[in-house]
Structure formats: structure tokens, C-alpha cells
């Protein structure tokens, strides 16, 4: 299992749609169990990713933590993107 965060300059919507491109049906075709302007769900058949923002207007910078089992590897790749 995986828990990581980081921060990026990029908005949370913006996060939450690279996302849905990466692990969704357009991507690793996992599917789409939850999602809001804050988070984003998905699972597998071996596991799940989820994605999950916090956002600092003032520093104009957001907290993304992603979590996940069995797809580490793919969750660290998402993460250099931001």
C-alpha cells in the first residue's frame, strides 16, 4: 500500500481531470467509483487508487494525497506530473 503527498500549483479541478485521464477508461481503464471537486475513487480488480486535494488559496497551492494498492508504481508516475 501506497501513501503519498505532495504539492502543486495546479487547481483541483485540473488535478482531479488529469486523474480521471490517467487511471480512468481513457488510461489504466480502472474504473470510476467516486468522485467530487476534493477527491476521485477508482478500483480495479487488484486494487485501488485514491486521489484526495486540499487546497491553500492563499499560498495558491494544493495538498494531493494519493493512496493505492497495487498500483504504486502508476501512483508515483501521476504524482511526477504534477
Known sequence: MI??????????????????????PDGLDLDITDRSELSARFEGANGFVGILLESHGRR???QV????????????????TL
Not at 65 to 80: D, L, M, N, Q, T
Open 60 to 62: 495558491k497551492r494544493t
Open 3 to 24: 501513501n503519498i503527498e505532495t504539492q502543486s500549483r495546479l487547481a483541483g479541478r485540473t488535478i482531479i481531470e488529469k486523474a480521471v485521464r490517467f487511471f480512468g
Open 65 to 80: 494525497r494519493a493512496v493505492g494498492r497495487e498500483y504504486e508504481a502508476k501512483i508515483r508516475e501521476f504524482i511526477s
